[in-house]
């Protein structure tokens, strides 16, 4: 845990040290101004920007059913499938009436019922078609895995079991109706009637769960919906002995939210990313038109290194740091309505192979966030996300080791949503990233 040494002489009078450009690097120069208590500014030390792209995320467990797919102009064509496993809360019909009142019921209809859960993210004014699929094998993990990720799938027939057209309206509270196929819907019903299923082994043994994706090529969106009990597959029936003909149903829910996951795949033929690999390696924002990318769901990262930290010894060699503000710039006309800015992002702790290790802590021992400040001032610098990092710099300025550690910025919810955001680097040319070290000499 990093904790930031609090100072009580710090002042707000600070003066910035100018800037020494060396191959095209930001170091600590020369030229600075020390004030009467011995704090100084230093603005000119290098930050490393580059992208990752992590091996995997884990989708299970996070209850949402994640559904669309869309072309963007800058990450690629992005989809998100959803996988569940289902289950009831038992497996009799109408359970108040005896086995013997079975022969009087009959099938009506069947069809699954997605309820919204307030996410989505793209353009919801384009028809989004979703098509319901049955699992061809159970909802088991991996050899040795305990998590479902975006990159795992299982088998599921081809034919679809129901589709439906609609055009997204995420923010209303109701739910979509998608008829299923009577053959599957007869076929449930008939096992249930004949209690050829009673258990839940049974029912899984017959059903092993249901996948939907969307098969629209004109979609621009994906939709979140609830994975909890208002989310259902749903078999309508009836009981010819009822004069009232009161419709009967019985519903089915996901098991286990570790028995739900999502698969979120993006395809980057064609961008700027494109040469982008997967696991320990890194992009530089050089290579990237100085910028660094980050997106939900496919695991894109932005890295942040600090190779020159130690210059600051050549200021003094006794002293600390006492804050380090950075702020994250997004590049202009990256975002928009349709891709709006998320209000902070989730910071990481990871070693050179980015393998993270923890969240970045606050000196309260607290998960630390990059706020996002949309204030606007004359010139828009200061719109963007910022953040102390103060102790994790102090701990890489005492290491006595030659690793380094390096900081990952995610967007939160990052394994159950599809938010993107581009970065500027040092040498962007407009939208610059920011640090401010303030070095206490003693």
């Known amino acids: 845990m990093y904790k930031a040494i609090i100072i009580s002489a710090f002042v707000a009078l600070m003066a910035s040290c100018t800037s020494d450009f060396n191959n095209e690097k930001y170091v600590v120069g020369e030229d600075y101004i020390e004030n009467m208590d011995g704090v100084i500014l230093v603005d000119t030390l290098t930050v490393e920007v580059s992208t990752v792209s992590l091996d995997s995320l884990i989708t299970s467990s996070q209850e949402r059913i994640l559904v669309g797919n869309y072309t963007d102009p800058i990450f690629g064509k992005l989809k998100s499938e959803s996988y569940f496993e289902l289950t009831a809360n038992n497996y009799r019909l109408k359970t108040s009436t005896s086995d013997t009142d079975y022969t009087n019921f009959v099938y009506d209809s069947i069809a699954v019922i997605l309820r919204h859960d307030n996410y989505y993210y793209g353009d919801t004014l384009q028809n989004q078609i979703l098509s319901v699929h049955r699992l061809s094998e159970k909802v088991l993990y991996d050899d040795e895995a305990t998590s479902f990720y975006n990159t795992s799938t299982l088998d599921y027939e081809s034919g679809s079991l129901g589709t439906i057209t609609y055009k997204p309206e995420p923010n209303r509270k109701d739910s979509i109706y998608i008829p299923i196929s009577d053959a599957y819907g007869q076929e449930l019903f008939q096992k249930l009637k004949t209690q050829e299923i009673s258990t839940k082994d049974e029912f899984i043994n017959k059903f092993n769960g249901l996948m939907i994706k969307s098969i629209g090529e004109n979609s621009s969106s994906v939709i979140g919906f609830s994975a909890s009990k208002s989310s259902v597959l749903r078999l309508y029936y009836s009981d010819n002995e009822e004069t009232n003909e009161e419709s009967l149903y019985k519903d089915f829910y996901i098991s286990d939210p570790a028995r739900q996951f999502n698969s979120v795949s993006l395809d980057r033929n064609g961008t700027i990313i494109q040469n982008l690999q997967s696991g320990s390696s890194f992009q530089p924002s050089g290579l990237t038109g100085n910028q660094s990318f ?36 997004p590049v ?24 993270i ?16 400040n949309q204030e606007i001032d004359e010139f828009h610098e200061n719109i963007g996300y910022s953040i102390s990092i103060a102790g994790f710099l102090n701990t890489e300025l005492t290491k ?7 900081l990952l910025f995610s967007l939160p919810s990052a394994s159950k949503s599809v938010d993107r955001l581009v970065i500027g680097d040092q040498n962007n040319s407009e939208n610059k990233i920011k640090l401010k070290i303030y070095y206490l000499s003693y």
């Open 357 to 372: 290790s923890n969240v970045l802590y606050d000196y309260n021992g607290t998960q630390a966030y990059a706020l996002l």
């Open 400 to 406: 006595q080791s030659n690793t380094r550690s390096t």
């Open 332 to 355: 202009k006309n990256s975002n928009s309505n349709v891709y709006p800015l998320k209000d902070s992002l989730s910071v990481y702790v990871a070693d050179q192979y980015n393998r």
């Open 294 to 329: 980050i997106q939900a769901g496919s695991g894109i990262v932005c890295r942040l290194d600090f190779p020159s930290i130690k210059r600051l010894y050549d200021l003094s060699e006794n002293g600390t740091i006492v804050d380090a503000q950075l702020l994250l710039r």
